[in-house]
């Protein structure tokens, strides 16, 4: 079975771009989440998407968005570039989010660049 | 207060020793609890997941949960130098959202 697939592995920007980031969850799983890591926060939770809605959002603000299409897949999508913005962005699925037996797997990440 | 918290590190243990690591939740209504693995440049692997209260063993791993004292801990038995990670404990607060904490680094010398 293939895991949890996140394009592209890197990314180099500018402030003031935007950036559109990709995740394709295991088979079968219905939701999606995504995280922010950096060294000095750790994993951030962003916001994560069942069944093309979003349920639940992180204190991120409004520049990070994300949707879900009904294939499952997902797209987060951050505006206006920052600095601050440069980081190791992880999708992870889920066939149900949160309960027994049906942990989170990762995806290897997009390394975003903000410069 | 953090809602979730890690005994900071690093961690630092001679091969063959156990490691203990341990983590509190704020959040008296958390429902599961699980532990990753991290290797630098990569990313989170499940190593154990409980939802229970008491001990649950898989292998070399024992993940231990106290509702009570919400408290949950993870001890590696016979650590081997592969074993040197960081170590993230995670806890469901709420339908959907998983909490990570901020990690503890283990290192395992020969």
């Known amino acids: 079975k293939a895991g949890v697939t996140q394009t592209p592995r890197y990314l180099i920007k500018t402030r003031g771009q935007q950036v559109t980031l990709s995740c394709s969850p295991i088979?079968?799983?219905?939701?999606v989440s995504w995280y922010q890591q950096t060294p000095g926060q750790g994993l951030q939770f962003l916001f994560e998407?069942?069944?093309?809605?979003?349920?639940n959002k992180g204190n991120f603000p409004g520049r990070f968005s994300g949707r879900q299409f009904s294939n499952s897949r997902s797209e987060m999508n951050v505006s206006t570039l920052e600095l601050g913005d440069s980081a190791l962005y992880l999708c992870?699925?889920?066939?149900?989010?949160?309960?027994?037996?049906?942990?989170?797997?990762f995806g290897n990440g997009t390394r975003l660049t903000v410069t | 207060q953090k809602e979730v918290e890690q005994n900071s590190g690093p961690l630092s243990v001679p091969e063959g020793a156990i490691a203990s690591l341990n983590c509190t939740y704020s959040d008296r209504g958390s429902q599961s609890f699980f532990w990753y693995r991290q290797y630098s440049g990569k990313s989170p692997e499940l190593i154990m997941s409980?939802?229970?209260?008491g001990d649950k063993e898989d292998g070399r791993f024992t993940a231990q949960l106290n509702k009570a004292s919400q408290y949950v801990s993870l001890l590696i038995r016979d650590s081997q130098p592969s074993d040197s990670a960081t170590y993230l404990c995670?806890?469901?607060?709420?339908?959907?959202?998983?909490?990570f904490g901020q990690g503890t680094i283990l290192t395992v010398h020969p």
């Open positions: 995670a806890v469901s607060t709420s339908y959907g959202k998983l909490t």
């Open positions: 409980i939802y229970s209260n």
């Open positions: 998407y069942f069944s093309e809605t979003q349920r």
């Open positions: 992870a699925s889920s066939f149900l989010p949160g309960q027994e037996n049906s942990p989170l797997h």
């Open positions: 088979s079968g799983h219905r939701s």
